[in-house]
């Protein structure tokens, strides 16, 4: 899995990624969705990954992700920032998988 940041997502998680002791994951939130195939996809910021979790490329940031949920998303995949909506969204070059996703801060 690839994901590239936008320059103004990029920007958004920098305070965050800036000291070199967090990591992002993408997570896929099936708590309460009655299925695994209705999940939610979210960002999260961890000190360090699960020992089951992927280390998937990034730009300008590397992605952990648990591979077990790989199988809902494409390869390649981008994530922006809207400041009107002040979102997160996560696309690919054929579809958007949310406009509104959130950042879990678990630190």
């Not at 969705?33 to 089951?52: K, T």
């Not at 494409?74 to 994530?79: A, M, N, S, Y």
Request: aromatic letters at 12%; charged letters at 25%.
């Amino acid at each position: 899995m690839h994901i590239t940041f936008t320059p103004t997502a990029a920007a958004k998680l920098e305070p965050i990624m800036q000291d070199g002791t967090k990591h992002l994951k993408l997570l896929y939130d099936t708590e309460g969705c009655g299925c695994v195939v209705s999940g939610v996809p979210a960002l999260q910021v961890i000190e360090a990954p699960l020992a089951d979790d992927t280390l998937g490329e990034g730009s300008p940031y590397s992605v952990w992700y648990e591979p077990r949920y790989e199988v809902f998303f494409e390869p390649r995949l981008k994530i922006d920032y809207n400041e009107d909506r002040n979102a997160f969204s996560l696309k690919s070059d054929s579809q958007i998988y949310t406009a509104n996703m959130r950042l879990i801060k678990s630190y």
